[in-house]
């Protein structure tokens, strides 16, 4: 009993002793009805408070408890009423705890275990489990139908365009002595704005075809991208830069062709004006001293181009992350250089933003480290 006592006190669920053959609650390690919100003086019997679906099952495990052989363990579960009428559900865990003279059990332990908690959250996960996959099911449809709708504007949609302009183009050419100046000058400006549409609907379906560019991600060396990009980048624009350099770069795991996208996006809006100087430095910092939401408590790679000669107001800093808003001004119509390389940031866990310096601007980077 001293045993019984100590273990009662150092456990958050209730011991409770029943008489197998009479029922009557022999032991509570703390009274069950005042748990469920009773007051001491009129705590009513376990057997009273019980749900009338539950009162017969619990009477016929108490019985049947003098089959229990010794050490066997037997479970139930049941219900229990409030002051306010609602219900607790408790599950009981019992075993024999005194036999007769003839080896017949008498007296049953249980351990009563209030689990509504446990149940309502399993419930709830039950819940989010089947609203995650109706919102599954609703984002795979979208997803098809955004399938079909880039196919429709890679083919049908871009032909019709290029046919609209080409049969423009043989008006204007064709019929240009026959034309008056305006209508010839009109058709100029179709074919314009047909040629911008048809520029703008490349951009989206670009766009939306980047996670199809992945393929498995492997640790990449991101000092071998940055030479190939701005290899390539000095070959196209030979006099835009006047030097590039940069820290020591890390390999990180990632998607090799997506980060040469995005070195090339960022380092192509920095290398196009005179007398500027583009820099590539490279830290590591960890994650609980940066501010963005959902940043992680782990270290990131960060990675910062930087370049003199571009203006960048305070107020622009998010808005040139979005689709079509051009850092500056383009001979390209449409342009989604940024919005790509947010994408990109986004597929590798990662963020981007963009900060205005004194006499240029800074893209930063922030790659998690090792997280796939």
Same mark, same amino acid.
């Not at 376990?46 to 050490?71: C, E, S």
């Not at 024999?96 to 332990?109: A, I, S, T």
């Not at 939306?208 to 991600?217: D, F, K, V």
């Given at each position: ?10 456990? +958050? ?7 197998i053959r009479t029922k009557e609650t022999l032991f509570q390690s703390r009274s069950v009805a005042e748990s469920l919100g009773y007051s001491k003086k009129n ?32 479970? @139930?579960? #049941? ?7 609602? #219900?607790?559900? $408790? ?5 024999? #705890? ?13 351990? /009563? ?6 149940? *309502? ?22 997803? /098809? ?5 880039? *196919? @429709?504007?890679? !083919? ?19 019929? /240009?002595?026959?034309?008056?100046? !305006? ?8 074919? =314009? +704005? ?40 000095? !070959? ?18 990632? #998607? ?12 192509? *809006?920095? $290398? ?6 583009v820099e590539i430095s490279y830290d590591r910092v960890p994650g609980s001293k940066l501010l963005f939401p959902d940043m992680l408590d782990i270290d990131y790679?960060?990675?910062?181009? =930087? ?16 689709? $079509? ?9 449409g342009s989604i250089g940024l919005a790509v390389c947010r994408k990109i940031m986004q597929l590798h866990q990662g963020f981007i933003n963009a900060v205005p310096?004194?006499?240029? @601007? ?11």
């Amino acid at each position: 009993d001293k045993l019984l006592n100590n273990i009662s006190r150092t456990s +958050a669920d209730i011991l409770v002793i029943i008489h197998i053959r009479t029922k009557e609650t022999l032991f509570q390690s703390r009274s069950v009805a005042e748990s469920l919100g009773y007051s001491k003086k009129n705590a009513p019997d376990l057997f009273t408070l019980l749900h009338p679906d539950d009162l017969q099952p619990m009477l016929d495990h108490v019985d049947n408890m003098v089959t229990a052989v010794k050490g066997e363990v037997r479970e @139930i579960e #049941y219900r229990l009423r409030k002051p306010d009428n609602g #219900y607790r559900i $408790f599950r009981d865990r019992n075993t024999v #705890y005194k036999w007769d003279d003839e080896g017949v059990p008498v007296e049953k332990l249980g351990i /009563a275990q209030d689990i509504t908690s446990e149940l *309502n959250a399993v419930a709830e996960v039950r819940k989010l489990n089947l609203i995650l996959t109706l919102k599954n099911r609703e984002l795979t449809s979208v997803n /098809a139908e955004l399938t079909t709708f880039n *196919n @429709i504007a890679a !083919k049908d949609y871009a032909k019709t365009l290029r046919t609209l302009y080409m049969n423009l183009e043989y008006v204007a050419s064709n019929d /240009a002595d026959q034309l008056p100046q !305006k209508i010839k000058t009109n058709l100029r400006k179709a074919q =314009s +704005a047909i040629q911008k549409l048809k520029l703008l609907t490349d951009d989206i379906i670009a766009y939306s075809r980047i996670p199809q560019l992945e393929s498995e991600s492997t640790l990449t060396n991101l000092e071998e991208i940055r030479d190939e990009v701005v290899g390539e980048l000095a !070959k196209s624009t030979p006099d835009a830069v006047a030097t590039v350099s940069s820290h020591k770069l890390p390999s990180i795991q990632g #998607y090799p062709l997506l980060l040469s996208v995005l070195f090339s996006h960022l380092l192509s *809006n920095l $290398f196009t004006a005179e007398d500027r100087n583009v820099e590539i430095s490279y830290d590591r910092v960890p994650g609980s001293k940066l501010l963005f939401p959902d940043m992680l408590d782990i270290d990131y790679h960060k990675i910062i181009f =930087s370049s003199t000669g571009i203006k960048l107001e305070p107020e622009d800093a998010e808005k040139i992350f979005t689709l $079509f808003h051009m850092l500056r001004e383009r001979k390209k119509p449409g342009s989604i250089g940024l919005a790509v390389c947010r994408k990109i940031m986004q597929l590798h866990q990662g963020f981007i933003n963009a900060v205005p310096l004194k006499s240029g @601007i800074a893209f930063l980077c922030y790659f998690p480290v090792m997280t796939f």
